[in-house]
């Protein structure tokens, strides 16, 4: 789950820019998703690699498989 660091809750994630690559045409390569915080505007950006099979997450924004403290 992808959630704001300064606020700790996914609740006012909005994505601004969204990009999905395919090298061959049929299988996703590489996804690119830029958030922005509707309630502090702390923005941040999450990239998916399939060829390295890794999850990047940059800016104010952190990604976890927990649940957030605030829902």
Not at 23 to 51: A, F
Request: include cysteine; charged fraction near 30%.
């Amino acid at each position: 789950m992808i959630t704001c660091a300064n606020c700790d809750t996914p609740q006012f994630l909005q994505i601004t820019q969204s990009r999905v690559y395919f090298e061959d045409g049929e299988m996703i390569n590489e996804i690119t998703e830029t958030y922005e915080c509707t309630l502090c505007g702390s923005t941040g950006q999450y990239v998916y690699d399939e060829d390295r099979d890794e999850e990047t997450v940059t800016g104010d924004v952190t990604l976890t498989k927990e649940r957030p403290k605030f829902a």
